[in-house]
Structure formats: structure tokens, C-alpha cells
């Protein structure tokens, strides 16, 4: 066995779960930790699994439900596992899905539940971080002193990059937008179900140029579950296993610091989502390709790293983003469905935990806009400033 392949499709999800969904502090009251239980258990219905099952936990970007709480909580008798990954925003999403699958492929661990919990009531992940510079991560003190105060203004350098070295212009990411709410229109789920055109998006407020309102995802409070076990436990329980081909957390040097202030990168790589390294590793490992996806769940933080996430993982060349979409290539009847549940933009802002359960429900064949044949489903993960991830499910 090849080290590309001694992982491949020796891990699978068996259960997918979440909690109540709501605009930031709405679901204050309940608290990260009950958001948590609501998903996990729910993803427990889901497999036919007990929650004294789980022994093992996984999560990214310093969730605030921590293993030994969760295993009060749940009556698991014993944690044989527990992760986590480093990263704001989506970015270490890849990261706790590869722990997840490592472990239960090694044996570490049985069944390993991915948990991303959010409740904004307090800490708002797109507040400005004036003021924070002693709690924050060092690739920060690049950007503070230029006035970046927020990941809006941070990843509009990016956004206005692009435009200026391939033409990308605001129609192509109002395009971005405008998918988003179709798909979420038809999602029961989604808390934005109101449909818009490009003048709804380029009369929307300006937040940090070019980006406006519409180009920006919500704040959101929720949880999402994911339950990973082998194949052949798998076997014994509800659904349909949805396999995990390839899971990858990879990054560029110096990136991260580049991504955040616009300084020390390569000219060729500071107008791109970052993902680069990680797209490269997905396939490799997958040993699949674009032509290979069915359906793309692109992390959509910010509609402009959407068109960079399409040429990061070649599904146009870099630059042709903009004209891809505009061709309709990303809505449900084009070459390439993308985000449809609607996304971080207008289903829910979870980090990325609904891209996942949105892949697993396309593999099932019981998504709200389900794509006809989907068997191969990527995933991926935020840009920002770590390495990003990636995973590539298949039915």
C-alpha cells in the first residue's frame, strides 16, 4: 500500500447532526455547550448510534465545547480521543476531519464525533479586533498597524487584487451571492430564504471595498455534528456510509502573514484563496481530480475567496473565476453545483460544519436540491490565516 492511499476510504461519516439554527444571540440562552449536545445527539438518531458510543471528539478553532464536558454530558464512559486543530474562521476544518479519520482508521478510536459549536451573543467573530492586539495570534501584528482591523478589510486587499490583475468585476461576485440565496430559498434550513438580483447585491451597503453587504456571510449562532467510525462498523448501523476519499490540511509558505496584510507574498500567489497546497494534497491523496467532483461546497466567508477557491482546486484557470460564474457554471443545472444549501452566506455561518453535512446529504441522495448522480462531493475548508483544508467524500 502506497503512503497516498493508506487512508483513503478507510474512514467514513455515519451520522450527521445540528442544532437549532439563529442570527448571532439569538441562542445565546442555550450556550455553546448545548448547542453542541443538540447536534451530536441528533447526529447519534441519525447513525442508530448510543451516545455512550462516541470515544472520540474533534473540533478546530478553539470550540468552547470541550471532550470532558461533552463526556459528562453524554454519559460516554471513556474518551479514547481527543482533538484539536488550530485556525480561525473555517480554516482548520480540513484539519479536524483528518484527525477524525486517522484516528478511527489506526484503531485510536471507534467512533469520533467532528463538533463545531457558535454562539455569538459575546464574541463576534467579525468585530473589529481593535484593541486585541495582546490576544492575538503574531500573523496579526502585520495588519493592525495598516488599519485591518477586521477579516472584512483583510480579505477586500485580496478581493481588490483580483479585480485589478483579471478584470473580476462586481457582477461576478454578486453571482456568488445570488446563487447562494437561490440554493437557500429551497432549503427549510436556511435562515435567509429571500431570492435576489444583482442590484439587490450592488445596492447593498459598502463594508470594505469592494466588498458589501452581500458579499459578506451572517453571524450565526448553532452546532453541527459529524460522526466518523470504519467501514465495517459502519455496516451495522442506519445510513449509507459516506466515505472519506481524501482529507487534507495544507499551506503555502508564509501565507498566512501575506493573506492578513498584504505583504511578503510571491505577486503570483496574493490574489488567490490560499488553497493552493491543499488542493494539490486532496487530489493526490484522493487520487481523483476536478473533472472528478459532482458537487462543491466552497467555504463563502466572503463571495470573492469563492471565485479563488474555483481556480485554487482548477475548476477554471486563475482569472477565469469571474467569467465561469457568469456563465451560471456554480447554480444547480450548471457544470459545477456549488454550495447548495445555501452556505455560509445565507443558510447559516457555522465555520463550515454545514458544507460537510450538505456533502453527506448529496451522497444520500436526500439533499433539499439534490443533484442528480452526485457521488463524489468536495469540501472546503475557510482561507484565512492558516493552512486550509479540504476533503473529498464519495458515496
Known amino acids: 500500500m502506497s503512503g497516498d492511499d493508506r487512508l483513503r476510504d478507510k474512514a467514513c461519516i455515519v451520522g450527521i447532526g445540528r442544532s437549532a439554527y439563529g442570527k448571532r444571540g439569538a441562542l445565546e440562552s442555550d450556550g455553546t455547550l448545548r448547542l453542541a449536545l443538540q447536534a451530536i445527539h441528533d447526529a447519534c438518531r441519525d447513525a442508530g448510534l448510543d451516545p455512550k458510543q462516541l470515544d472520540g ?3 478546530y478553532s478553539d470550540d468552547a465545547a470541550h471532550p470532558s464536558t461533552l463526556q459528562m454530558a453524554l454519559g460516554t464512559p471513556r474518551v479514547r ?28 478510536a471507534e467512533y469520533v464525533v467532528v463538533v463545531r459549536a457558535i454562539s455569538q451573543g459575546k464574541q ?12 492575538l495570534p503574531a500573523p496579526f501584528g502585520y495588519a493592525l498597524p495598516f488599519g485591518l482591523m477586521s477579516p472584512a478589510q483583510m ?3 485580496a478581493a481588490r487584487r483580483h479585480m485589478a490583475v483579471y478584470g473580476t468585476t462586481p457582477d461576478h461576485f454578486a453571482e456568488v451571492s445570488i446563487n ?17 438580483t444583482v442590484e439587490d447585491h450592488h445596492n447593498s451597503r459598502m463594508i470594505a471595498d469592494p466588498l458589501r453587504l452581500l ?16 467501514p465495517e462498523r459502519a455496516r451495522d448501523l442506519r445510513q449509507t456510509p459516506a466515505y472519506v476519499r481524501s482529507a487534507s490540511m495544507a499551506g503555502s509558505y508564509r501565507w498566512g502573514e501575506g493573506m492578513l496584510s498584504g505583504h511578503n507574498m510571491p505577486e503570483a500567489d496574493y490574489p488567490t484563496a490560499g488553497q493552493r497546497a491543499t488542493a494539490e494534497e486532496v487530489y493526490r491523496l484522493g487520487g481523483v481530480g476536478p473533472d472528478d467532483v459532482d458537487v462543491a461546497e466552497i467555504y463563502d466567508h466572503f463571495t470573492p475567496l469563492v471565485l479563488m477557491g474555483l481556480e485554487d482546486f482548477g475548476f477554471c484557470k486563475p482569472g477565469e473565476s469571474g467569467p465561469f460564474v ?5 447554480r444547480r443545472e450548471g457544470a459545477l453545483p456549488v454550495n447548495t444549501h445555501g452556505g455560509n452566506l445565507a443558510e447559516v455561518y457555522l465555520h463550515g460544519v454545514t ?41
Open 81 to 108: 480521543y481527543a482533538g484539536m486543530v488550530w485556525g480561525g474562521g473555517g480554516a482548520g476544518m480540513g484539519g479536524a476531519f483528518v484527525n477524525a479519520a486517522m484516528a478511527v482508521a489506526n484503531g485510536v
Open 355 to 395: 458544507h460537510v453535512l450538505e456533502a453527506v446529504r448529496q451522497l444520500r441522495g436526500t439533499a433539499p436540491n439534490q443533484i442528480a448522480g452526485a457521488e463524489v462531493a468536495l469540501v472546503v475548508a475557510g482561507a484565512g490565516p492558516t493552512p486550509s483544508g479540504s476533503m473529498i467524500l464519495r458515496k
Open 155 to 157: 480579505f477586500a486587499l
Open 57 to 59: 471528539f474533534s473540533s
Open 326 to 330: 457568469a456563465e451560471g457554471s456554480i
Open 124 to 135: 463576534r467573530f467579525g468585530r473589529s479586533l481593535a484593541g486585541l492586539q495582546g490576544q
Open 215 to 230: 458579499d459578506i456571510c451572517m453571524e450565526s449562532d448553532g452546532a453541527g455534528a459529524m460522526i466518523l467510525t470504519t
Open 180 to 196: 447562494a440565496r437561490r440554493n437557500a430559498a429551497t432549503n427549510p434550513d436556511a435562515l435567509f430564504r429571500t431570492e435576489i
